[in-house]
């Protein structure tokens, strides 16, 4: 009897210990930060006869092939904090809010790209590619105070399938013929920054909230299928933050589950 009570206690001892750690580690940090995100297409080039077009201030591009094809179309749309789409709608549970507030570990959309897919007589793999060049601005609680410019550049490249059968694999969607963006996955990696003392982790994802799009990855890349017809799809990307743990907390942290588990043996064998 003892002997366990020494073990309640301990263990009580370690489990206080633990809390107390990631109660003092997120203590300190601010309850939100603010983001500006700016982004234009550049580089746009046409590798076949696409007739591709850059509009609206490079925020647009179009493309349809035969003069008489219905023109095909990408918007790139980009917000702040307070203007993104997360603060109105929550498809996934796991954004936005009603505090109007960018918190932690919410994904929030930072670019938007709207898709209107026509079927158009020009086909060919690597019809054309551009760049979304982008800077992502992360400001303080005082939405003042600059604390990260992340100047980024997305490179895409758009493939037209031929829209007869039988359609290349894998041909998710099912139409008649699904086509396809490509872009690398590493330019979505994560980002650091910094802010009273602490590091702050930025990740970074691909959400696909109104329209049917198929994200996949494949070598290295992101690959973007969507439908062969004129439905608008949209694909957002959306960021969200987290505070690094120290170094000395995750150590304390792990020597306490270490000690917790050697006394959990410990008493097992008595």
Same mark, same amino acid.
């Given at each position: 009897?003892?002997?366990?009570?020494?073990?309640?206690?301990?263990?009580?001892?370690?489990?206080?210990?633990?809390?107390? %750690? $990631?109660?003092?580690? &997120? #203590? @300190?940090? *601010?309850?939100?930060?603010?983001?500006?995100? +700016?982004? =234009?297409?550049?580089?746009?080039?046409?590798?076949?006869?696409?007739?591709?077009?850059?509009?609206?201030?490079?925020?647009? %591009? $179009?493309?349809?092939? &035969? #003069? @008489?094809? *219905?023109?095909?179309?990408?918007?790139?749309? +980009?917000? =702040?904090?307070?203007?993104?789409?997360?603060?109105?709608?929550?498809?996934?549970?796991?954004?936005?809010?009603?505090?109007?507030?960018?918190?932690?570990?919410?994904?929030?959309?930072?670019?938007?790209?709207?898709?209107?897919?026509?079927?158009?007589?020009?086909?060919?793999?690597?019809?054309?590619?551009?760049?979304?060049?982008?800077?992502?601005?992360?400001?303080?609680?005082?939405?003042?105070?600059?604390?990260?410019?992340?100047?980024?550049?997305?490179?895409?490249?758009?493939?037209?399938?031929?829209?007869?059968?039988?359609?290349?694999?894998?041909?998710?969607?099912?139409?008649?013929?699904?086509?396809?963006?490509?872009?690398?996955?590493?330019?979505?990696?994560?980002?650091?920054?910094?802010?009273?003392?602490?590091?702050?982790?930025?990740?970074?994802?691909?959400?696909?909230?109104?329209?049917?799009?198929?994200?996949?990855?494949?070598?290295?890349?992101?690959?973007?299928?969507?439908?062969?017809?004129?439905?608008?799809?949209?694909?957002?990307?959306?960021?969200?933050?987290?505070?690094?743990?120290?170094?000395?907390?995750?150590?304390?942290?792990?020597?306490?589950?270490?000690?917790?588990?050697?006394?959990?043996?410990?008493?097992?064998?008595?």
């Amino acid at each position: 009897m003892k002997t366990s009570n020494k073990f309640t206690l301990t263990t009580a001892a370690i489990a206080f210990a633990l809390g107390t %750690l $990631s109660t003092n580690a &997120l #203590a @300190d940090a *601010p309850s939100h930060f603010h983001f500006n995100q +700016t982004s =234009s297409f550049q580089n746009e080039t046409d590798f076949g006869n696409a007739d591709l077009q850059l509009n609206n201030s490079g925020m647009m %591009l $179009s493309w349809g092939g &035969l #003069a @008489d094809d *219905p023109l095909s179309t990408l918007t790139l749309n +980009t917000f =702040s904090d307070a203007t993104s789409p997360s603060n109105n709608d929550d498809p996934d549970g796991d954004i936005g809010t009603d505090d109007d507030q960018w918190n932690s570990s919410e994904w929030f959309t930072i670019s938007r790209l709207v898709g209107v897919n026509n079927v158009i007589s020009e086909f060919g793999l690597n019809l054309w590619a551009a760049d979304i060049v982008s800077n992502l601005q992360i400001l303080a609680p005082n939405n003042i105070d600059v604390l990260l410019n992340d100047p980024n550049t997305v490179n895409v490249t758009y493939n037209e399938t031929s829209n007869s059968l039988p359609c290349p694999a894998p041909n998710p969607l099912g139409t008649q013929c699904d086509d396809f963006f490509v872009s690398p996955l590493g330019d979505f990696d994560p980002v650091f920054f910094d802010y009273l003392d602490h590091t702050y982790r930025l990740d970074f994802r691909l959400d696909t909230p109104f329209g049917a799009v198929e994200i996949q990855q494949d070598n290295g890349n992101f690959v973007i299928y969507t439908p062969e017809n004129n439905n608008p799809i949209t694909l957002d990307v959306q960021v969200h933050w987290e505070k690094v743990p120290e170094p000395g907390s995750l150590a304390l942290m792990s020597l306490g589950l270490v000690m917790a588990g050697g006394l959990a043996a410990r008493r097992k064998q008595k």
